[in-house]
């Protein structure tokens, strides 16, 4: 069976990162929107992102 390419079109890779979830969320709890923008804007600011 051959492998399902990403939806969009778009993918990511954390490999080689050495940042903690502690690091890049904080220590005190947040919602799932607040989340999804960090993590995003970590991916931007790293550069992890590609487009296939």
């Known amino acids: 069976m051959a492998k399902k ?3 969009g ?3 990511i890779s954390f ?4 940042d903690s ?3 890049l969320f904080g ?3 947040i919602g799932p929107s607040v989340m999804t923008k960090k993590l995003w804007s970590y991916v931007k ?3 992890l ?3 296939r």
């Open 5 to 7: 390419k990403a939806f």
């Open 9 to 11: 079109g778009y993918s």
């Open 15 to 18: 490999k080689g990162c050495q």
């Open 21 to 23: 979830l502690e690091k």
């Open 27 to 29: 220590s005190t709890p």
């Open 45 to 47: 600011r790293k550069r």
């Open 49 to 51: 992102g590609k487009r």
